[in-house]
């Protein structure tokens, strides 16, 4: 319990380091009878730093100048968390919502390369076969090198199977022999983690089309996710990746890896809002519990509290 | 979402361009777009600011208010800046007399390190180096055995002491080892470590200060945001990289978090990673990234590789065709299968600017290109000198003769007139893909 509490104080910490900065900008602009144009983008560029991008930055300033200007009497840090909580109160964190959970589940993992599509994937066999599932992995990676080794480290660690195909196998035959055998054995989930891929190569789009289509092939759409890995550190082009990406697969939830970077919070809002996708985890260290679900309405009141 | 960014830069230039003469506040409302542009490409806020407050000056001082060509100037003036910042020219690896020298890769997790660690032995090898590569990264399972993989399968030399944990001992063994076998190059691949985590920090400052490294290369992936700033800072107060490996530039990211990290230290960057290949590493050129930073397409590099791809005798032959008459099917043809020869084609279309995107944006993918090969080769020897005769009855004849549909001959078709179009106004321009030098984006 205490290692967890220990995880949620990075988490939070790391958030306070926005909250500050930002909060007091708001609150003296608030208190100060006339602000100059050099004040009110200096708010601007707070809130970019926090990681909520130009346009959320510019809109949220507008927004908090017209407050100011025409209803001084309000109390601004209520609209800040009204308007920030409505940016992520619909995110749906629980898998499988809809799901059988007789039948066999297939959570698939998929980005760019380098953002942690392996560490995640041990992390999720680890968290889910504490919740009384039957995890076994499948290392759809049969591009990069040695990644369905560093897959089976994480499998050993965990205490799961895992499933690999011979090296350059095409890894949509991969996922469906993965698949298969697991209904075999009678699991109730599979994680598989799938090789890096840059949004731009249509070849590798291509490819991964062809793995979400036999996972829905074998098993019914409510017992499939399809998870997007993005790096708390991505800039814009985390919005592109997943823009290109939802044109061959359904996304179906986010999770933020390298949160324990110092991340500062403001991509969520941004990923809520641009993409309008559920973050399901964030990841906050290399360790194999070092991934915890996200809550909204903690969320923000962290930011702001 | 990239492409419309591309747009709206696009837009700006437009609304200069059409303007003749500029105000002073036209100036401030564009600067203000610029900035925005730059932001969403992932520059740092205060890079940004650097930046725009250096073009306008510059922008006023040169009278951009009573220039003809307001529009050029301001562009020109933010790309050059750009270009500047980023270095000016393409920088070499320094090894000082060093046998073995040693290089060592330090970076984030997942920013590239192992990958890049072979891509550099694979460089170094093409150069006449006989690089070694080893790792120190005991973290990540199955790291080791990447970087052996890869080593082997590039047929580089790779040592590792399973039994050995101290980083130094690992490098002070591999040296000996290298010296030995008559490697003169060992590539040392480190552990990915966050820019927070100070123990590793200090480990890899520990590591430099036991060890003489000629090169530090800090590997930097391009899709990197605002944080990129803080990353090389900490990086700095604790060791002193000597350069940076950009990556994932296949990738649509701007790659503007690079021009940020050398605006605020200097380094420069060494190389660009631009592919999952090894062998898809290139010299960094500070012009192209400009280009690429404000989205106007790396159009020097495709040339580049273009002119790799075509031999002078070909390119010759093209071009008097264009001096005495218009571009056929033979032609494209003969174009398109040059194509297939580099690298990869889509690689190629991404790196153009947007209309000439535009008109090839059917043609990329392989299996495209063999459909229009199959179309082709299905006209007549006629058809493809004089593509106008192809009536109706025509294409049904080529679509059944190349098993595809009578729409995707009209829509090659009118791609080719497109095409025929671009290069008859770069032709008046004098400004052919395989001569001109001078060829930024938005000249065309």
């Known amino acids: 319990m205490t290692e967890k509490t220990g995880r949620w104080q990075r988490w939070r910490q790391g958030l306070g380091k926005m909250k500050e900065e930002v909060k007091n900008r708001f609150s003296q602009i608030w208190n100060q009878g006339k602000v100059d144009e050099k004040e009110w983008e200096e708010l601007e560029e707070n809130l970019i730093q926090a990681d909520l991008g130009p346009q959320l930055a510019m809109e949220l300033t507008e927004e908090f100048r017209e407050l100011k200007e025409s209803s001084p009497d309000k109390d601004w840090k209520e609209w800040l968390f009204d308007k920030l909580y409505s940016l992520v109160k619909d995110n749906h964190s629980q898998w499988f919502s809809q799901a059988d959970p007789q039948k066999l589940k297939v959570l698939l993992l998929l980005g760019i390369n380098g953002v942690g599509k392996t560490t995640v994937a041990g992390k999720l066999a680890y968290a889910f076969s504490h919740q009384e599932e039957r995890v076994s992995l499948i290392a759809a990676d049969t591009f990069r090198a040695a990644a369905e080794n560093q897959l089976e480290v994480w499998a050993k660690r965990v205490g799961v199977h895992c499933f690999r195909g011979s090296p350059g196998a095409d890894p949509a035959s991969v996922v469906f022999d993965g698949i298969e055998r697991a209904k075999k054995q009678g699991e109730s989930l599979v994680v598989v983690d799938t090789a890096g891929r840059s949004h731009a190569n249509r070849n590798l789009l291509a490819e991964l089309g062809k793995i979400g289509r036999v996972a829905a092939k074998n098993v019914p759409p409510e017992q499939i996710e399809n998870i997007l890995v993005v790096d708390a550190l991505a800039g814009q082009n985390a919005f592109v990746q997943a823009d290109s990406l939802s044109q061959v697969i359904p996304i179906t939830g986010i999770i933020l890896t390298k949160w324990d970077s110092q991340a500062k919070g403001g991509i969520i809002f941004r990923i809520r809002r641009e993409l309008g996708l559920s973050v399901k985890g964030i990841g906050v260290g290399e360790g194999v519990e070092d991934l915890i679900p996200f809550d909204p309405e903690e969320f923000v009141r962290a930011v702001l509290s | ?444």
């Open chain 2, 1 to 444: 979402m990239f492409e419309s960014l591309t747009n709206k830069f696009s837009n700006i230039f437009k609304k200069l361009r059409s303007k003749g003469k500029l105000s002073e506040k036209d100036i401030t409302g564009v600067m203000k777009d610029l900035q925005m542009v730059l932001l969403e490409s992932d520059v740092h806020y205060r890079v940004v600011k650097d930046l725009i407050n250096r073009v306008r000056e510059r922008a006023l001082e040169q009278d951009v208010l009573t220039s003809v060509t307001p529009g050029e100037l301001v562009i020109k003036i933010l790309w050059d800046e750009i270009r500047k910042t980023l270095g000016g020219t393409s920088q070499e690896l320094h090894f000082e007399g060093a046998n073995p020298a040693l290089v060592m890769l330090v970076g984030l997790q997942g920013s590239g390190k192992t990958t890049t660690c072979g891509k550099l032995g694979v460089n170094l090898k093409e150069k006449g180096f006989f690089p070694a590569l080893i790792s120190t990264d005991t973290r990540r399972p199955a790291a080791k055995e990447q970087l052996r993989l890869l080593a082997e399968s590039a047929d580089l030399g790779f040592f590792d002491y399973p039994e050995e944990a101290n980083p130094t001992q690992v490098v002070k063994q591999a040296l000996r080892d290298a010296q030995s076998k008559g490697f003169d190059v060992v590539v040392v691949d480190t552990a990915g470590r966050l820019h927070v985590e100070e123990e590793l920090l200090s480990e890899l400052r520990k590591l430099t200060q036991d060890q003489d490294f000629q090169e530090i290369l800090l590997v930097l992936d391009a899709t990197t945001g605002q944080e990129a700033v803080k990353v090389a800072q900490s990086f700095r107060e604790w060791i002193e990289p000597t350069g940076l490996v950009l990556t994932k530039v296949d990738t649509d990211a701007r790659g503007g978090a690079v021009l940020s990290i050398v605006a605020q230290t200097g380094w420069p960057v060494k190389f660009v990673g631009v592919g999952e290949k090894l062998s898809q590493f290139e010299v960094f050129h500070p012009d192209r990234m400009a280009s690429r930073i404000m989205g106007m397409g790396d159009t020097l590099s495709l040339i580049e590789k273009i002119e790799k791809a075509i031999s002078e005798e070909e390119r010759q032959k093209v071009e008097e065709k264009l001096v005495k008459k218009e571009l056929d099917f033979n032609d494209f043809l003969e174009e398109l299968s040059q194509m297939k020869s580099i690298s990869s084609l889509e690689e190629m279309v991404s790196m153009l600017p947007g209309n000439w995107k535009n008109a090839l944006s059917q043609v990329d993918g392989e299996k495209n290109l063999k459909m229009v090969e199959a179309i082709i080769r299905s006209m007549t020897a006629e058809e493809r000198t004089n593509p106008y005769i192809i009536n109706s009855s025509r294409k049904k004849r080529i679509a059944h003769g190349s098993g595809t549909s009578v729409q995707d001959v009209n829509r090659l078709l009118k791609q080719f007139e497109e095409f025929r179009r671009l290069w008859k106004k770069m032709q008046k321009g004098k400004n052919l893909p395989f001569r001109g030098r001078n060829l930024l984006g938005w000249r065309m």
